[in-house]
């Protein structure tokens, strides 16, 4: 995204003739994307690929809870209103037979990086079910050394004895969603949460010793105007969150029906959408933020910084990540897992998910298989995401590929924006009035059919 004179270094007419405000392009969380996941990948192959994790390895896993107590209009989250506990019971009956078929895969000694509990709403647990699910989890995966366990956090939906469960259970980092303080953009947006009951959830956070705390804040939401969104990002700078999430709301109502309640004439254009985003932004580099990757912003001590630093971010399904772990493992209904050979998906139906387990195999139901330049476009994107910047060098040394072969592939990506990057010996790099356009200078190496897929704007 811009950096802080990039607007003013390249005009939004030279964006909009560059289709900067018109572009759908991927967030690239993944490559391929999902929408090009296939029947290549079904339960054999991913059985051979849990089989075939190196034994003593570090993993990351990720557990799906796909309920929440009431369905927010602006989300385009696949997930299922529920009233009552029972089928949040028998959903996670199913996730620890998921787990049991993984443990008895799972080679010797393999820890955790990273868990991460994200949804939907995991907090709809009760707290037995939390403590039933966590020893599970640790029982076949046990926490490595300097474990992140991170849990994605409801404000209206978390009371002391949650949170009891979750510390206990080794939780140290928390996940809020604020989206935006101001009460006519929640409203409209379907999702009420004051910022009296942020607050309140992060002071009860904090007090059970849960230290790093990472909030998602959304720009381009109806009515949302600059004097709402300082105000917004004011409040949430109060909070003082460890690392931010600064997402553009995708207004996709043929794809996410709930959307259709929001009233699209309220929606700011594009332009706006890219002071809002430039809004926001400044006020968390004032307050020291470090800028990182496209749409993230971490406190200079925070591990992502860390990371930035040292040439060690990395771009996962939940955004910008520190981990290194080679392999992530997904658990629960649609979840994602991701393997040095390939992507795998479980079953998005909880239904279809929940039927597979229970007869006793794995619920694989698509995925990817890398071949051909999958992994060095996969890495080209990723430096791009991550670091606004290609280090020949170093994809050199660790894919099949010539100088001269690279060389092409940064002057085709060159021509396509005019001339605006720069393209060396040491590299391609994306100067920084060029940043805007970062997610479709990515596009440029991506060499999937991207009509297939309904992305979302690039700003
Ligand atoms: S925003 Fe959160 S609580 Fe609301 S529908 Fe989406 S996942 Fe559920």
Redesign the pocket.
Known sequence: MPSSNGIAMIVKPQLAKLGLFDAKVPRYTSYPTAPHFNNDVGVNLYENWITGIKPGSSVSLYIHVP??????W????R?Q?TQTDNPVIAYVDVLKAELDLLAARLPQGVTLSRLHWG???PTLLNPDLMRDLATRILDVIPLGPGAEFSV?I?P??IDQARLDALAEAGMNRASI?V?DFDDEIQKTI??VQSYDTTRAAVDMIRAHGITSLNADILYGLPHQTKSRMTESVQKLLSLNPDRVALYGYAHVPWMAK?QQLIPSDALPTPEQRLELFETARRLFLWDDYAEIGIDHFATQDDGLTHALRTGRLKRNFQGYTDDQAEVLIGVGASSISRFPQGYAQNAPATSAYTKAIREGRFATSRGHLFKGQDILRARLIEALMCDFQINSAEILRDHNISAQELNEMYQRANADFNNLLHVTKDGLFIPPEARPLTRMIARSFDAYDLSKAGHSSAI
Do not use: I, V
Request: glycine share 20%; hydrophobic share 15%.
């Open positions: 309920f929440c107590r009431r369905l927010c602006f989300c385009a989250c997930t209103g949804g939907g709403t994605e409801d209206n939906e969603g989206q379907g999702r709930r």
